[in-house]
């Protein structure tokens, strides 16, 4: 199971900065604005490409607006599913189908009435439409109904294990919002979380404020669970795309949280006389490379197969993270330990022989077309991962080339099938093999299908005990290796920084900020 991940912040404005040699722009902080008590500078890796947190799966929507909308569960800090607006777990029929979700009475929306069934029912279903976990699961639901003025049923066409897992993930979030406020695209940003949305100014800062009005739960804080207090009157999400300028910043006393820094600047950080705190979290999450499955030269399965044979994983992992504390290269989608370890699939993990895929390429019919790959540099390990990718490629005869974009733009590209061929994301490691990647389910970017695949999984989502599904998820693990729709590298531990004056924060794999200020 997947360990949690730190952060931190503060304002901005604008500031020249030396980095490297070169001036950078960086957001600066005024004065005053850094005496500010009340206020956190959060440093983000790039502009939010949209504040919907359904229309996009990108952790850093995630990261900023789960402190703006709350689903109906949650996770705690043991990654166990907790309900959040929901009163309390929902009650199942004996046949698994039928779920009873009792929602909390009194909860305040941003726009100053209480949340209902009505609300929920409308932003589930609209999360079902936009969303592509919703999307997929929409195709488990039979019906969606309020019951009541604080009630929601959900009946399944089949039982489906992940369900509430689902409804719980803050990326991609079942983000209850009002009814009112629900729109193609959202205009308002309406929810019931600790902060309200207040400003956006594009390539500044993404602006929250307290919502007074929050109705917090009454257990204690647990991971994403329990009671929440808006101790800042502020977080302002400030977009820095270079990797150095976090570094440098956060080193500076710029911000009280930097994002993903490179693991190069670990050095640094630590002999900064206690200016800044660096934070090493294991395991955080594994790097993947998306194949198009839909289009082009990666929809033939023996060229896929026989550019997973040029890989080497532990090379491409070197090169992304550098030092061997950063990150471990083995098969096994699940850490060992935990309930969906296998080996599954193993021995075509890590080959990285250029003669036999060369070989192998030869008898697919390949005949020398480019292989597309779309990745970008405000991911540092990104962008390494790919120079390798593209070598062990030519090595092995293909023809590689490298499209380097900001992510924003990467997001946007992945989504039409005309524009790639492999790009390269990551993930959180999460404990329902449903959660990521988004390949799993139906329609992501790679537009995976195959009967193999609706089998294998069909049979690990309608298994409801715990102590099966392990097993189950070995037989997926192989049809992924089988089918390569996507390579999982490896795992990686990241890199981050806070100012010491950051008190009360927990670690998580989507930061957030609620319990968390700054001592006097």
Known sequence: MMQEIWFNR???????????GGLALLPAVSHAQALSKSALNLAMIAEPPTLDPMASPTDLVATIMQHVYEPLFTFDASWKIVPMLAESLPKVSADGKRYSIS????????????????????????????????????????????????????????????????????????AI??????????????????????????????????????????????????KKVAVAEELRFIPVPNANTRVEGSLAGQYHFADLLPTEALGRLEKAGGKTVPILTPSFGFPYFVFNTKEGVMASLPVRKAVQTSFGEGEMLAAGFGDTRFFTAEPNHFPKGTPFYSTAGAALYNERDKEKARGQAAAAGYKGETIRILTSRQYDFHYN???????????????????????????????????????????????????????????????????????????????????????????????VYDEVPYINVGKFNSLSAKSPALQGYVPSTWPFFWNTGLKN
Do not use: C
């Open 177 to 226: 919002m009002a009814k009112e406020s629900i729109a193609a695209p959202l205009k308002e940003f309406v929810g019931t979380g600790p902060y309200k949305f207040k400003e956006r100014r594009p390539d500044q800062y993404v602006l929250l404020t307290r919502f007074d009005q929050y109705s917090a739960r009454s257990e204690a804080a647990s991971g994403y669970g329990g």
């Open 10 to 20: 503060r304002k901005a404005v604008t500031l020249a900065l030396m980095v490297g």
């Open 385 to 479: 991962m790919a120079l390798i990718m593209a070598e062990q490629l030519k090595r092995a005869g293909f023809k590689a080339e490298l499209n380097v974009v900001d992510w924003a733009t990467l997001v946007q590209r992945r989504g039409d099938s005309k524009l790639w061929d492999i790009y390269i994301t990551h993930s959180g490691q999460f404990p329902e093999p449903m959660l990521s990647p988004p390949q799993l389910g139906d329609g992501a970017p790679g537009w995976w299908s195959s009967p193999a695949k609706q089998s294998s999984l069909a049979a690990l989502n309608q298994e409801t005990n715990p102590a099966k599904r392990g097993a189950l998820w070995g037989a997926v693990q192989q049809v």
């Open 103 to 174: 929602l909390r009475k009194g909860v305040m929306l941003h726009n100053g009435r209480e949340m209902n069934g009505e609300d929920a029912v409308a932003s589930l279903k609209r999360w079902m439409e936009v969303s592509p976990r919703g999307k997929a699961l929409s195709k488990e639901v039979a019906d969606l109904a309020a019951n009541g003025s604080h009630g929601v049923e959900i009946t399944l066409k089949s039982p489906y294990a992940p369900l509430l897992s689902q409804l719980a993930m803050p990326s991609g979030m079942a």
